[in-house]
Structures are given as C-alpha cells and as structure tokens.
C-alpha cells in the first residue's frame, strides 16, 4: 500500500482505514509493506494552526496518526513493515524518530527496524523470506536463521524528501553512503532473490515507459530524483531484480528494463491528490514463488471493490498519456 496520506481529514482517514481493511479481506496477504507517504506531514509543521477537520497538531499528532495507519494490519494479525516517503517527517517527528516510533509499538507483527545512523535516511533494512516459517519475514527481522536459510530477500529503502545531495532542487534519492551499505551488507549474505521498495522512483522509470513494454497506465510525469545516485546499477550487480515505488499518484505501470522490473504501487490512501478520475484505490500484490526471479513474480492489483486486476499493455507506446487499461477479475 502506498500514498495513504493519513491526517488531512477524519472523513478522508475513516475512508483510508475502510480500504485497508477491505484489500487485507480480499487478499490475505503473508506481508504488508506500506511504502511510504504514510501522512500528509505538511497539514501539522511546526507551528502551524489545526488543520479544518484534521486532527489537532503538536506533540502526538504523529503517534495518534500511527494507531490509524496501523489498525488494520494489527487486527487482521499480518506481518508488515514500513519505509518512509518525502512527506512523512514533515510534522513534529523526525525521520529516525517516526522510525523509533514504529520500533517501539508495532507489536509481535511488525517488522520495521531503524536503519544504521552512518548512512542518509532512517527507513533503510531487509526482510529476509523464509518459506515455511510463519509469520513472513520474522526470522530475517529478527536476526535468526531459519534451517534452510532465506529464499528472498526485502530491501526497505529510504529515498528522503527533497533534493539528491549535493543538487538543492527536486526530490530526495536513495544516496550514495545507503548503496554502499546495501552493497557490503549483501556481500556478507548468501545471494538469494531479491527485490526492493522505496518511495521516489528512480531516473529509469523514465527509460522503461519510453522504452520498453509496459502495463498499467501513466497520467503523470515521473518525480523522480534528478540524478541518478546508482541503485539501478547496483541493483543489477547484486541481483535485486524488481524495483516498486509510489510517490506519483497517477501512476501505476510495471515495466522490465535490463532485467529489473520498475513497478508503480496504486494510490491507496483517501489523502493527497488522485487517483484520475475513473480509477479505484489499490494495492499492487507480488507473489513470491521460490527461485523464481523477482523481475517474472506475478503480481496484479487488488481494487478497494475486491477485484483483482491484471494489467493489460498500452495500446499505442508513441502516447506520453495513456487511458487506464486493466481486466478486472472477481475472486
């Protein structure tokens, strides 16, 4: 799930809560990630008057936002885990200290960890996938070894708010000092599949609309960071062979580039702007299946009405813009 934006309204909040609760109905899912824009950090900055219809700002407007981001996959007792997005830490909380907050109250289910203090970002840690080991991911978490040893790997990763170090314009990026501790902790880790989230697309999910097949739909430019910091690359060299992102509200396409999937969630949250007109609020699902490569996992959409929607291809890759293009299947 993806661009909740919690914290604008109750109404829009009691709306984000609903569709939570029905996609984890629909889906079942083994494991939850919320991928980032968990808030609308910016109704509550310093300072700032209570938003109309918002919940009052000042200390624990973050910790009350939390209880509604988490009351879903606490009930339905699924594993989950969060990396953070640009506007997250725009209210009273820092980045480490929104992570700390999660750390500290997310119960036997959750998954998150802070993530080493020598490099950018907070939201930066892997899930290790053990099959046959309920719930998902926890041996990894926690350090332990199951007996056959990881079949996947999570990366969480931290792609900040705004501007890429040393640029002082556009949006945040997974820097350099987090690639490299990605780099030398995957070294120490056997080589297993692996794939990736973090919140700001990277500069490829240009390159793989203009330039290969694609699914889904695209109704907007892509925010990406303005300089490339080197996780594709770095992906492709370590084998996490699939990318997904949000942050872009009406966007939702999956393509495959030099054999690394680059994927859109769909806007989840009733918060923020978007989805276009026309579209349902979704969560993109990916099916793990041992030693399958994360660039060929099946995945689909689950639609806030409980159907599950497969992409179809553009019709014509020469349009910028393209009508949402899905088949809807009922189950």
């Given amino acids: 799930m993806t661009d909740l934006h919690y914290g604008e309204s109750e109404a829009q909040d009691a709306r984000s809560g609903a569709f939570q609760r029905a996609v984890l109905a629909s889906e079942q899912p083994d494991l939850v990630i919320f991928s980032g824009d968990l808030v609308s950090g910016w109704v ?3 300072g700032q008057a209570d ?8 200390p624990g407007w973050w910790a009350a936002r ?5 009351a879903a996959v606490r009930e339905a007792a699924v594993p989950w885990a969060i990396t953070l997005g640009n506007h997250d830490a725009e209210a009273e ?3 480490c200290e929104i992570i700390d907050l999660a750390v500290r109250s997310q119960g036997a289910f959750g998954l998150t960890r802070q993530g080493p203090a020598s490099v950018a970002g907070a939201s930066n840690f892997w899930l290790d996938v053990h099959p046959y080991s309920p719930p998902l991911g926890r041996a990894g978490a926690a350090g332990g070894d199951a007996a056959d040893g990881p079949a996947a790997r999570i990366w969480l990763l931290d792609s900040g708010d705004r501007y890429c170090p040393p640029l002082m314009y556009g949006w945040g990026c997974v820097e350099e000092d987090t690639l490299a501790w990605v780099n030398a902790t995957a070294a120490s880790m056997p080589t297993v599949p692996s794939l990736a989230f973090v919140h700001i697309p990277i500069p490829q999910f240009r390159d793989v609309w203009s330039d290969e ?13 303005v300089r490339d910091t080197g996780l594709f690359a770095l992906a492709r060299a370590l084998g996490i062979t699939a990318i997904y992102s949000g942050h872009d509200h ?3 396409y999956s393509g495959v580039l030099h054999g690394v999937r680059l994927a859109y969630g769909r806007k ?3 918060g923020g702007y978007g989805p276009p007109q026309g579209w349902q609020r979704g969560a993109r699902v990916v099916q793990l299946r041992p030693g399958e490569d994360t660039s060929q996992s099946e995945t689909w959409i689950r639609m806030e009405d409980g159907s599950k ?3 179809a291809k553009r019709s014509d890759r020469s349009l910028r813009r393209t009508q949402p293009q899905h088949v809807a299947v009922r189950s």
């Fill in 309 to 311: 929607v497969y992409q």
């Fill in 93 to 95: 909380l820092t980045r």
């Fill in 51 to 58: 938003p109309p219809g918002g919940a009052a700002c000042g």
């Fill in 268 to 270: 989840s949250g009733y």
């Fill in 213 to 225: 097949p694609t699914v889904g739909s695209k109704e907007e430019d892509v925010a990406c960071s």
């Fill in 44 to 46: 509550c900055r310093r």
């Fill in 66 to 70: 939390w209880e509604q981001l988490t």
């Fill in 250 to 252: 009406s966007n939702d």
